[in-house]
């Protein structure tokens, strides 16, 4: 018999305010046929003054624990993934906790940018493999246009904010991959590219809180590399071929990555969850929201094999392989 991390719930939150291609048109010199060509996305939303990327995760968890039917008293272990935490420290997973878990818990945040989430998964399924938790909550949450230059074009019609959650228990599993739950994971980094996507400040080096700056062309190129790598490796790990997935559910950042990792998988595009359209990147938000979206609309069903993958700052990139 194996343990399994079992996904329960999913859930996600958005904030209100939609800034479309055309009202990014009228602060930079860009046009919303430039960026949906070169990236897909339409719009993305933008937290409101005040709104916090706890806000948002407590907003994401508290649909993924009632659609668990889980209370959140009960989660032993929780998890945030986030590059835009509310302050250096403490850990943004900290207000979660005490707005909707038990004091006395472990709570932390993970910091893999965009791969957060993927990252996330990893540690949520080791500590449960280990014994060490029983129910989980990972939270993916986001406040990208608090470090954006919005006089950068290159990079401000990129990103967006939001937050998406999963619960998960502990179950008996066969140690097949018919088994439901996290299958396996599989992470990596090379820190020789931390200068590929970063952001230019931080409390050790200009005690700022900086701005992302990107090599767009070299973070595309090593992108459909890496992530067609983590998704090979996912496959060859358990056995299967891209024919085995129900759906692939990718980090979103860029529709033209997402195609060329769905064309190097031999995937049929109808099978790849697509949210960048509309949520442009998010970061370690966007795995669990497109989730979301896959699951709440009725695509995503219990049974079915979804790979998510992910690459950002670092490089960090990975994968996970879930029978829902
Ligand atoms: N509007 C109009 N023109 C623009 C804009 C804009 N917003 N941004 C750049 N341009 C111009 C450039 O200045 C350049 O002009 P030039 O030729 O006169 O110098 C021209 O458009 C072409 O720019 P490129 O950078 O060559 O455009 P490219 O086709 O590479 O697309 C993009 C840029 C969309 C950033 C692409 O490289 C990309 O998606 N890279 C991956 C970045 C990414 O996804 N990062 C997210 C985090 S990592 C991850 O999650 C995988």
């Known amino acids: 018999m194996t343990v399994r991390t079992v996904i329960r719930g999913v859930g996600s939150y958005l904030p209100e305010r939609v800034v479309s291609n055309a009202e990014l048109a009228t602060r930079v010199d860009t046009s919303d046929e430039w960026i949906v060509e070169r990236s897909g996305i339409r719009q993305r939303y933008v937290a409101a003054d005040g709104q916090l990327t706890s806000d948002l995760a407590i907003a994401a968890a508290r649909k993924a624990l009632a659609a668990a039917g889980i209370d959140g008293q009960a989660v032993d272990l929780l998890v945030v993934a986030t590059a835009t935490p509310d302050q250096t420290f403490p850990a943004t997973a900290a207000k979660v ?10 709570s932390f945040d993970v910091q893999a940018v965009c791969s957060g989430f993927v990252y996330g998964l990893a540690v949520i399924d080791n500590f449960i493999k280990a014994g060490q938790a029983k129910t989980a909550l990972l939270i993916g949450a986001e406040t990208f246009s608090r470090i954006l230059d919005w006089n950068d074009r290159t990079t401000c019609v990129l990103f967006g904010d939001g937050a998406g959650a999963i619960v998960v228990t502990a179950e008996a599993g066969e140690g097949t991959t018919a088994d ?8 990596h980094s090379d820190g020789r590219q931390h200068d590929m996507l970063y952001v230019d400040g931080g409390p050790s080096s200009t005690q700022t809180t900086g701005h992302v700056r990107m090599k767009g062309k070299e973070v595309f190129r090593h992108a459909v590399v890496n992530l067609a790598e983590a998704v090979r490796e996912a496959l060859d790990a358990n056995k299967l071929t891209a024919a085995d997935l129900d759906w692939l559910v990718p980090h979103q950042a860029n529709k033209r990555i997402l195609d060329s990792t769905a064309q190097k998988l031999g995937l049929d595009p109808s099978k790849v969850i697509v949210t960048v359209d509309q949520h442009a990147n998010t970061s370690a938000a966007s795995i669990p929201l497109a989730l979301d979206a896959g699951v709440r609309d009725g695509r995503i069903k219990p049974g079915q094999l979804v790979l998510m993958e992910a690459m950002g700052g670092g490089f960090t990139w990975g994968s996970a392989l879930v029978r829902m």
């Open 97 to 106: 906790q005490a707005a909707l878990c038990r004091p006395g818990i472990p």
């Open 180 to 187: 439901r739950g996290i299958l396996s994971t599989h992470l």
